[in-house]
Nanobody, 119 residues
Framework: QVQLVESGGGLADPGGSLRLACAAS????????IGWYRQAPGQQRERITY???????WYSPSVKGRFTISRDNAKNTLYLQMNALKPEDTAVYYC?????????????YGQGTQVTVSS
């Protein structure tokens, strides 16, 4: 089972930036999408961005133009650059990978990292 470990969360001012990282314990195999969810207090978990195994990105309208997803395959690491942060971006951010390798389907989450946007 692939382990995902997020880092880089913390406190930022409105308008500020943070960069999250998600390190996978091994190379992800098969056909998959890898990306980020977030969950604010009292809210459902929301998918905000993902990247396909071919590198094509998708963004939720709530973050498009402000957040950028990228990856370093050599390091098995996914990144989320968050700019122009707003208080409503405050949430726990989770890395996720879901896909299939042969007949084996998988859906893994990291433990989450807290992002707080406040002055």
């Amino acid at each position: 089972q692939v382990q995902l470990v997020e880092s880089g969360g913390g406190l930022a001012d409105p308008g500020g930036s943070l960069r999250l990282a998600c390190a996978a314990s091994e190379t992800i195999r098969g056909v998959y999408i890898i990306g980020w969810y977030r969950q604010a207090p009292g809210q459902q978990r929301e998918r905000i961005t993902y990247m396909t195994d071919e590198g094509d990105p998708w963004y939720s309208p709530s973050v498009k133009g402000r957040f950028t997803i990228s990856r370093d395959n050599a390091k098995n690491t996914l990144y989320l650059q968050m700019n122009a942060l707003k208080p409503e971006d405050t949430a726990v951010y989770y890395c996720n990978v879901e896909g299939a390798f042969g007949s084996q389907e998988y859906d893994y989450y990291g433990q989450g990292t807290q992002v707080t946007v406040s002055s």
